[in-house]
């Protein structure tokens, strides 16, 4: 056998002589492998789209992945979010067969590695999430608990009330658990248990699938800024006097009350109401009395 063959100056990938020659891998298998390996990085080829493109069909290009998995040259992972609930799979292709589980774990763990998503993720609805955003290197499902237990277990009572409020949102006992140490914080930063329902509840989308995923997308982005501490002991601010009789004016009101300034307060319907309903009606009659006469 004569061989003459030109080194490719691009477009080109470097095969093991042990792949291609395998004693157990047909050549729909090494094909598909070597298509797969020989993808840039970030491409989003997956090995079913790589088989469409092959003209051996369905059956082989399965039997091929079979041989493939078998052989540890490809490994799949599916894993869920705890956050939105939504399911990742991710398939391994390697060009040397690995068997250790750590190997294979290193190997996903690597950045830069031949790892193809399976297809079209199936998503959970939880609400809007921006196209292309990566939430996998994001984990804030269990934050550092705030130093005051007392926190967590009112906020853990405030998450499993908000099936009374919102029956969308109900919880269950272990996924307000779960979400207590998140919600505590909004108590931290100085938000009442009613702000906390009322900013978890507003605004629903029509259908909720995961409860537990949206309450913890909406405690993560909605947090709010801490508020300044209040003193206990500190006396609360007096309020506004009237600088001639001295009597207190409601807050924001400023200058003399209504009867030091002569001023008639106007009732809130713009009519007569209580004593003035009252002189209004003596007067009527006197008016009528008179026209008798």
Request: charged share 25%.
């Given at each position: 056998?004569?061989?003459?063959?030109?080194?490719?100056?691009?477009?080109?990938?470097?095969?093991?002589?042990?792949?291609i020659?395998?004693?157990?891998?047909?050549?729909?298998?090494?094909?598909?492998?070597?298509?797969?390996?020989?993808?840039?990085?970030?491409?989003?080829?997956?090995l079913?789209?790589?088989?469409?493109?092959?003209?051996?069909?369905?059956?082989?290009?399965?039997?091929?992945?079979?041989?493939?998995?078998?052989?540890?040259?490809?490994?799949?992972?599916?894993?869920?979010?705890?956050?939105?609930?939504?399911?990742?799979?991710?398939?391994?292709?390697?060009?040397?067969?690995?068997?250790?589980?750590?190997?294979?774990?290193?190997?996903?763990?690597?950045?830069?590695g031949?790892?193809?998503?399976?297809?079209?993720?199936?998503?959970?609805?939880?609400?809007?999430?921006?196209?292309?955003?990566?939430?996998?290197?994001?984990?804030?499902?269990?934050?550092?608990?705030?130093?005051?237990?007392?926190l967590?277990?009112?906020?853990?009572?405030?998450?499993?009330?908000?099936?009374?409020?919102?029956?969308?949102?109900?919880?269950?006992?272990?996924?307000?658990?779960?979400?207590?140490?998140?919600?505590?914080?909004?108590?931290?930063?100085?938000?009442?248990?009613?702000?906390?329902?009322?900013?978890?509840s507003?605004?629903?989308?029509?259908?909720?699938?995961?409860?537990?995923?949206?309450?913890?997308?909406?405690?993560?982005?909605?947090?709010?800024?801490?508020?300044?501490?209040?003193?206990?002991?500190?006396?609360?601010?007096?309020?506004?006097?009237?600088?001639?009789?001295?009597?207190?004016?409601p807050?924001?009101?400023?200058?003399?009350?209504?009867?030091?300034?002569?001023?008639?307060?106007?009732?809130?319907?713009?009519?007569?109401?209580?004593?003035?309903?009252?002189?209004?009606?003596?007067?009527?009659?006197?008016?009528?009395?008179?026209?008798?006469?």
């Open positions: 056998m004569i061989r003459h063959a030109i080194p490719p100056t691009r477009f080109f990938s470097q095969t093991p002589n042990d792949l020659r395998h004693p157990r891998l047909n050549g729909t298998a090494v094909r598909l492998l070597q298509w797969a390996l020989s993808l840039p990085e970030g491409s989003p080829e997956t079913q789209s790589i088989g469409e493109k092959m003209p051996e069909g369905r059956i082989a290009l399965r039997r091929a992945r079979q041989q493939l998995e078998a052989e540890g040259y490809v490994h799949t992972r599916r894993t869920q979010s705890r956050e939105t609930g939504r399911w990742t799979t991710r398939v391994l292709v390697s060009n040397v067969p690995l068997r250790d589980p750590a190997e294979i774990e290193a190997a996903f763990a690597a950045p830069g031949s790892i193809l998503t399976a297809g079209a993720p199936s998503v959970r609805a939880v609400g809007a999430s921006p196209k292309g955003e990566n939430k996998e290197e994001e984990n804030t499902s269990h934050p550092e608990p705030p130093a005051d237990e007392s967590v277990a009112r906020a853990a009572a405030a998450l499993q009330r908000l099936g009374r409020r919102e029956a969308r949102l109900a919880l269950g006992v272990a996924e307000a658990a779960r979400l207590a140490p998140l919600a505590a914080r909004w108590l931290a930063h100085g938000a009442s248990e009613l702000e906390l329902g009322t900013a978890l507003s605004g629903l989308p029509r259908t909720v699938h995961s409860p537990a995923g949206f309450v913890a997308r909406r405690l993560r982005d909605k947090l709010p800024a801490p508020r300044p501490a209040r003193d206990p002991a500190a006396p609360a601010a007096p309020l506004p006097e009237c600088p001639g009789c001295g009597d207190p004016l807050p924001g009101r400023t200058g003399p009350c209504p009867p030091c300034s002569g001023a008639v307060p106007a009732t809130p319907s713009g009519g007569p109401r209580g004593a003035a309903l009252v002189r209004a009606g003596i007067v009527r009659r006197a008016v009528r009395s008179g026209a008798a006469d």
